[in-house]
């Protein structure tokens, strides 16, 4: 019986193997995890743009490709990262999938109903994590123990919000973003789905939402919204307020903020603070993590890879995969849909 190089690598202890495909900004990131990791080597790219894969490949000693479809069937992968369009992301991963590969792809998802069908269609034996890489940050994780321990008492609401900014080159110069087609839509689906998602963490399951959006100050720029507004209700009777925007004037760290019985908790970037009822305020010590992109993205894809990457070794659940982020998809395309029709949206009758 032929045994894989995979198979063998496996059965020695020795690393797993990772691509890259869509050699841009992300992928530095993705890059860079894996090149700390003491495991797990970096083996090959894949991009359009050729001179982005060979610079790539030079730096973290690969080889190069013009495309997916080349790089799989030349190379022996493990764990293929997707980092390329949000349109993309889908079908790369369906190929991947089929071919044997684990998948790690960047956020979003799915940019509609039709791509989360096509992906749940798949069922290969392979693991597929996503990158929602803010539920690794320090500051989440402690506010998700204090929850859980009971002593903050129950959430009754919540808010989100994100005020960043992207001006008009973001957009011209990258060839995908603020074409709807490509990108699927804009501050949500691009820049606040971490914090819809975290919102979708800690109150449960949605059960609607009634949303509006808008494009203030990129009309003629973009076709996407760089404004979004969302009244959501979650089981048990528990509410949040979600606003993003891109037209802010500098990107300063997303709020979340729980309302609880015995103290309303602030997460802001790395930074929580507790108030409690009684007017005492005070900060949580948060451990500092080095950040390998920008600090407003969140410091969490260090840990997020290598969780994903143990879950492959450990033959272990990861919980970011496509059924642990059930809630957040539904959340974002019932955001959309709302947004688009005018109509409250049910997302769990
Ligand atoms: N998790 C985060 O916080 C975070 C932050 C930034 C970006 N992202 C996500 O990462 C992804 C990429 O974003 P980016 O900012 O790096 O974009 P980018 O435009 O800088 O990079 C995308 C790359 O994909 C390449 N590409 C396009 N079509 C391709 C194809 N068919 N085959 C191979 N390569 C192809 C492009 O040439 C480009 O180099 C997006 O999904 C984005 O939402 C996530």
């Known amino acids: 019986m032929a045994v894989s190089q995979a198979c063998l690598r496996y059965a020695m202890g020795v690393n797993m193997k990772a691509a890259i495909v869509g050699c841009g900004s992300i992928a530095r990131v993705h890059a860079g995890c894996i090149q700390s990791s003491d495991n797990h080597s970096l083996a090959a790219f ?45 079908p790369m991963a369906v190929y991947a ?15 509609s109903k039709e791509q989360l069908e096509q992906l749940q269609a798949v069922h290969t034996g392979k693991k ?22 009971g002593e903050a008492g129950n959430i009754n609401g919540a808010r989100g919000i994100v005020t960043w900014s992207r001006s008009k080159v973001y957009y011209t110069g990258s060839g995908w973003r603020g074409n709807l087609a490509a990108e699927g839509g804009g501050a949500l689906i691009n820049q606040s789905i971490h914090t819809l998602d975290l919102l979708a963490y800690f109150l449960g399951k949605p059960i609607s939402v009634d949303a509006t959006m808008a494009n203030h100050h990129l009309k003629g720029v973009t076709e996407v919204e760089d ?15 979600f606003y993003a925007t891109t037209a802010y004037c500098s990107d300063v760290p997303p709020l979340i903020e729980l309302s609880c019985d015995n103290m309303t908790i602030r997460i ?19 451990r500092r993590m080095e950040c390998l992109g920008k600090s407003y993205w969140g410091a969490g894809h ?36 709302s947004a688009r029709t005018g109509r409250e949206i049910m997302i769990h009758a």
């Open 46 to 90: 894949a991009d359009t743009i050729t001179e982005k894969a060979d610079s790539f490949a030079k730096q973290y000693n690969g080889h190069a490709y013009p495309s997916l479809e080349e790089m799989l069937e030349k190379e022996e992968i493990d764990v293929l990262h997707i980092c390329t369009p949000h349109y993309l992301h889908v």
């Open 97 to 111: 999938l089929e071919r044997g590969v684990h998948v790690f792809m960047e956020k979003p998802p799915v940019i």
């Open 128 to 149: 597929m994590g996503i990158c929602f890489q803010n539920r690794y940050n320090p500051s989440v994780i402690q506010v998700k123990k204090l929850i859980d321990s």
């Open 227 to 241: 404004m979004m507004e969302a009244f959501l209700c979650f089981e048990g009777d528990k509410t949040a307020c």
């Open 268 to 286: 802001e970037d790395l930074e929580v603070t507790c108030y409690y009822k009684t007017g005492k305020m005070e900060k949580l010590p948060v």
């Open 302 to 337: 260090r840990d997020c890879i290598a969780d994903f990457y143990d879950s492959i070794e450990k033959k272990r659940p990861f919980s970011l995969d496509l059924k642990g982020l059930n809630e957040t998809i539904l959340l974002m395309l019932g955001t959309y849909e």
